[in-house]
């Protein structure tokens, strides 16, 4: 199967290259793994994260995500390739002036969509993650576990190739995490979306193993 | 958000052009209400006085005739006739532009460096002292227009930093999800037309108001003597040409400093 992330002597670094985060890593992640990234605070897994989006570029190496050079893409493809993307926050990142259902078919938003399929598909999401009842409230009238719900159900909302998640059930209680890592694995096994998940705590709700990477002293090893 | 500094621009902006016309106005009449007036031992022609200076401006005779008779009247021995030809010549002349005190005098000096040219009256107290009283009204008057622009571009910059503060996350957000510039500010540039239409809208009626209804009532005669340039189409044009410009690059502005999400 085909590499969906490809890193090779990847350098990312903060500051105009003068805080090395990541140095020489090399790691590939192929279409419909699910992959844990863990490490120590302050290890560089966000950063990381971010780069996978294309928020930072590489200071060195290079990386291609879906078959795409991040070193040299343009405005127009990031905003393509982001578009197929789901990235989920541990701060959830939902805009707070919007409802909850408008919230989670942002991305059909920007593609475009008519209102019609926002509306059927803002339905069938909030359905699978238990909201149905807070479809017209607002993010700030909804408790930490359901935001993030909001959260997943909106990087979900366009079937993704990639999911990016950062600490997505980082302080949440059991139930929504379990309803979060459910969906995540469905979107895997199901949907065949390749999955990568930041957490430093790996949770034991999964009968197959996954594969993990670790960052330590600035490189990305394989956890076995 | 943007109404009040808007508003303040146009009204600033539409002032001064009502204010220009008016004072043009004003400038145009005190010229031809202001004259010199030339006593020549002979007849001198227009394209005579033209070229003594080029802002010497419709000439005119004064006819005699009557001085004559009541002359010849008064002698007795005398004809009329006589007393004509014995008469020195009489001119007024106007200024094509209005002049200070010193170039009227140069040009009384010019005239009368003509041998020909017994006697220039150029009325100089009354014409300095409108003058003056002009120019002080035409000062005051844009000290307070670039006032009241300064204030409104404060305004404006501070309302793009709340707008900033209110729609740097959605925007963030958004673009984290691969929208487009268009799509992130499409909100803001819809707002702002909303805010550029609202406030042409308040400014034009305003000066409508002025026009059309407070004019006539005020019993100012300059107001309503001069009530067409008040407000013309022309100038709601202009309002809303300069409104759009304004919002448009402070959407842009806005737009383009809300980067990419940083944590
Ligand atoms: N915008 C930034 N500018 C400069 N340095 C940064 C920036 N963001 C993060 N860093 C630094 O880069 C290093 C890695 O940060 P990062 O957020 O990737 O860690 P992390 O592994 O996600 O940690 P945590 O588990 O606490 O979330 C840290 O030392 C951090 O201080
Ligand atoms: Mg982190």
Not at chain 2, 127 to 156: A, D, E, G, R
């Amino acid at each position: 199967m085909s590499n969906v992330i490809s890193a090779s002597n990847l350098t990312l670094a903060y500051d105009n290259g003068k805080k090395e985060v990541i140095k020489n890593a090399n790691f590939q992640v192929k279409k419909g793994e699910f992959v844990f990234i863990t490490g120590p605070s302050g290890s560089g897994k966000s950063t990381l994260l971010k780069s996978l989006y294309g928020a930072i570029k590489p200071t060195d190496g290079s990386l291609i995500v879906g078959g795409l050079d991040l070193n040299h893409i343009s405005k127009r493809k990031l905003q393509e390739l982001r578009s197929h993307m789901g990235i989920i926050f541990q701060d959830y990142k939902l805009i707070n002036e919007w409802t909850v259902a408008k919230n989670v078919v942002l991305p059909l938003i920007i593609a475009g969509y008519s209102t019609d399929i926002q509306q059927t598909q803002a339905q069938k999401l909030l359905r699978h993650v238990k909201l149905t009842e807070q479809a017209n409230r607002y993010p700030l009238e909804l408790s930490g576990g359901e935001q993030q719900r909001v959260g997943v159900a909106r990087a979900l909302s366009k079937n993704p190739f990639l999911i990016l998640a950062d600490e997505p059930t980082g302080n949440l209680d059991e139930y929504s995490s379990s309803v979060i890592w459910d969906l995540m694995e469905n979107a895997c096994v199901q949907l065949g979306a390749t999955v990568v998940v930041v957490t430093h705590r790996i949770p034991h709700i999964f009968n197959t193993p996954h594969r993990r990477l670790i960052i330590e002293n600035r490189g990305i090893y394989e956890v076995h | 958000m943007f109404i009040l500094p808007l508003v303040a621009i146009l009204l600033g902006i539409e002032f001064s052009l009502v204010f220009n016309r008016v004072t043009h106005d004003y400038e145009e009449k005190l010229k031809a209400n202001y004259s010199i007036l030339v006593v020549s031992k002979r007849a001198i022609s227009n394209e005579e006085f033209f070229s003594i200076d080029p802002q010497i401006a419709d000439p005119k005779p004064i006819k005699k005739g009557s001085i004559a008779k009541e002359i010849a009247k008064n002698i007795g021995s005398v004809s009329t006739k006589e007393v004509l030809k014995s008469l020195p010549y009489f001119y007024t002349i106007h200024l094509s532009n209005y002049l200070s005190s010193e170039e009227v005098e140069h040009i009384r000096k010019k005239l009368l460096a003509y041998s020909y040219i017994k006697k220039v009256e150029t009325f100089g107290e009354s014409h300095s002292s409108k003058y003056n009283l002009f120019i002080f009204l035409k000062v005051i008057f844009w000290v307070f227009v670039s006032l009241i622009s300064l204030v409104s571009i404060f305004l404006i910059i501070k309302q793009m930093e709340v707008w900033q503060m209110a729609h740097k996350e959605r925007m963030q957000i958004m673009e984290v999800f691969g929208a487009s510039v268009m799509l992130r500010s499409g909100v803001l540039f819809r707002m702002g037309i909303i805010d550029a239409i609202i406030s042409t809208i308040i400014s034009a009626g305003l000066f409508a108001g002025i026009k059309y209804k407070w004019a006539d009532e005020s019993g100012i005669d300059l107001l309503i003597e001069k009530k067409d340039i008040l407000f013309t189409t022309q100038d709601l044009i202009m309002m809303i040409g300069v409104a759009l410009v304004i919002v448009i690059i402070a959407v842009i502005i806005v737009t383009f400093s809300n980067r990419e999400i940083r944590e």
